[in-house]
């Protein structure tokens, strides 16, 4: 592992060592941040999971009733019939903040609250297929809103989960080894100066006590 391209000095350790406090610090709280998001991840996906198998379980039967229909209906009269819906809906979207993450939340609200209010023709002319057909659309609806809803927090989590991992790897394979490194390459450096200085000093001693007794050193 390469050092920074640093001064050796004290001051200098003294800055690296306060970094990597702090990098240590934040590679702690994004690896929590990460099982978190993990931890709530894997539980949206098997909500996912469910919700697709029981939304394409509904939309098929449906299908299937509005085959039934088809056939046994005029197409003039099954146009008509579908021209103009009865009940309206009206969707708002909201934003919730998971781990720094903002998922979109899906508000639904209709025209009026009677669940029935979904036919919007007469029963004369019409199958009783098609009436399934859309109850079946009507009763899927909600959990077709809350997938898209939880297929898009998935979405973005994972997003935010890749990127976690990204930086915690950064500090945990390359940030903290290289600023331990540096630490110990200038402590090692200031050791050295400080037995270099020792020795000079010694030297200088030396000199000194030859020059005041007239001795010689070797």
Request: charged share 30%.
């Amino acid at each position: 592992m390469a050092v920074l391209n640093v001064n050796p000095t004290r001051m200098e350790m003294t800055n690296l060592k306060r970094k990597l406090n702090t990098a240590r610090k934040g590679h702690k709280l994004l690896k929590d941040k990460r099982d978190e998001l993990m931890q709530q991840f894997m539980g949206l996906i098997k909500e996912n999971k469910s919700l697709r198998e029981e939304v394409e379980a509904a939309v098929m039967q449906s299908n299937r009733h509005m085959a039934v229909a088809r056939s046994v209906m005029q197409n003039e009269i099954l146009d008509v019939a579908l021209m103009l819906p009865k009940q309206n809906m009206s969707l708002e979207i909201e934003e919730k903040n998971v781990m720094s993450v903002i998922i979109p939340g899906y508000k639904v609200s209709y025209k009026t609250g009677n669940p029935m209010d979904i036919y919007s023709y007469g029963y004369a002319y019409t199958s009783a297929d098609m009436d399934d057909a859309i109850l079946a659309l009507s009763e899927v609806l909600p959990k077709l809103i809350r997938l898209a809803e939880v297929e898009k927090s998935c979405q973005l989590m994972a997003t935010e989960i890749e990127k976690t991992r990204r930086r915690v790897n950064a500090l945990e394979h390359v940030m903290i080894p290289r600023y331990e490194e540096t630490i110990k390459y200038i402590s090692m450096k200031l050791d050295e100066n400080e037995r270099s200085t020792t020795t000079r000093l010694m030297k200088v001693k030396d000199m000194m006590l030859a020059e005041a007794h007239g001795y010689e050193t070797y």
